[in-house]
Structure formats: C-alpha cells, structure tokens
C-alpha cells in the first residue's frame, strides 16, 4: 500500500499563502492519481485538487485560480516506481478554506478519486490543520 507523508498546513491571514506537501512511497503501477481533500467542523469531507499520470486535474470551484496543485519533478506528472511529492500552493486564502487538509492516493484516475471511486490500495495521510483567520 502506498505510504503518504504529509507537511505544511498552519494559521495565516486571509489573503496569505500557505504550501501543503505530501510525499508518497513508490508505486508499482502506472495509472494513479493523487489528491487533497479537506473536512471542515460541520461540514462535509469534500475533494480540494487532484493530479493523475496523465496529467489530468481537478478543481474545487471555489478554489479554482487560487490553489495549485503540482508534482515535484520537472515534467509535472507523476512517476511509477518512483516516490512523488505533490505541492498544494494555496494563495488568496480565505476563512472559509480553514479545515483539516488530507492527502490521498489511489490506483485511479483524477476524475475516478474525484467521484470517490476507489480501490482496496489507496491510502489517506494523516491530515494537517489549515486555518485562515484576521
């Protein structure tokens, strides 16, 4: 099973900027996605951004032009049996994207993870806090 290790995450003020990364261990098959997702108290778990080996993305509307989603390698896209690291750069941030921030990977494709279709493989990392606030 893939092994994901998550960073960043932290208070800033709305309009601040903040950088989420997660790190996942090598995966053996070519077609996987990876992901944020983000719970918030009260509300639903719901998908933020997520990046496929083809390349493919996905954003939440309300985040569209102001979160990024990127893979740390200089093609942009994600590698079989290699370890990815994916970066959520997070900028314009509001009150409203305060939640828990989670990292997934599984064995699909962006718009599959987006549907929540996945497989007996994914992982989820551990979470990490984002808060925006004056």
């Known amino acids: 099973q893939v092994q994901l290790v998550e960073s960043g995450g932290g208070s800033v003020r709305p309009g601040g900027s903040l950088r989420l990364s997660c790190s996942a261990s090598?995966?053996?098959?070519?077609?996987?996605?990876m992901g944020w997702f983000r719970q918030a108290p009260g509300k639903e778990h719901e998908a933020v951004s997520c990046?496929?080996?083809?390349?493919?993305?996905?954003?939440?509307?309300?985040?569209?032009?102001r979160f990024t989603i990127s893979v740390a390698n200089s093609r942009n896209t994600l590698r079989d049996n290699a370890r990815n690291t994916v970066y959520l750069d997070m900028i314009q941030m509001r009150p409203e994207d305060t939640a828990l921030y989670y990292c997934?990977?599984?064995?699909?494709?962006?718009?599959?993870?987006?549907?929540?279709?996945?497989?007996?493989?994914?992982?989820w990392g551990q979470g990490t806090q984002v808060a925006v606030s004056s």
């Open positions: 997934a990977a599984d064995y699909v494709s962006c718009d599959q993870m987006w549907r929540g279709e996945g497989t007996p493989f994914g992982a």
């Open positions: 090598a995966v053996t098959f070519a077609d996987y996605a």
């Open positions: 990046i496929d080996s083809s390349g493919s993305t996905r954003y939440l509307d309300s985040v569209k032009g």
